[in-house]
């Protein structure tokens, strides 16, 4: 299985990026970022059953959602900051998770290129 992300782009502090994944079958889906020289850190995830999990620097900034008639899940940024700056990448898993793991990449074994967010 593939997974693909993408919107990501270059953008000015305050502005706004969608990403998305395409992504089936999958139990839980989350996104994640890596800046240079940082460990890889988790976003935002979600249940495909339902359950939305963010992390703290990004709540009340950051939407994740999920359209099941395409099996897309999206990564909505607002009020962007130059500390977003980093890889995002989309990842899945298809085995039962506890939501205190939702967040790390660890709990995740497909993961996608990722796409360049880039906030000035």
């Known amino acids: 299985v593939q997974l693909v992300e993408s919107g990501g782009g270059s953008v000015e502090a305050g502005g706004s990026l969608t990403l998305s994944c395409v992504v089936s079958g999958a139990y839980a889906v989350g996104w994640f970022r890596q800046a240079p020289d940082k460990g890889r850190e988790g976003v935002a995830a979600?249940?495909?059953?339902?359950?939305?999990y963010y992390a703290d620097s990004v709540k009340e900034r950051f939407t994740i959602s999920r359209d099941s008639s395409t099996d897309t899940v999206y990564l909505q940024m607002n009020s962007l900051k130059p500390e977003d700056t980093a890889m995002y990448y989309c990842?899945?898993?298809?085995?039962?998770?506890?939501?205190?793991?939702?967040?790390?990449?660890?709990?995740?074994?497909?993961w996608g290129p990722g796409t360049q967010v880039t906030v000035s």
């Open positions: 979600l249940y495909t059953s339902g359950g939305t």
């Open positions: 990842a899945a898993r298809r085995q039962v998770l506890q939501s205190t793991w939702l967040l790390h990449p660890s709990a995740y074994s497909e």
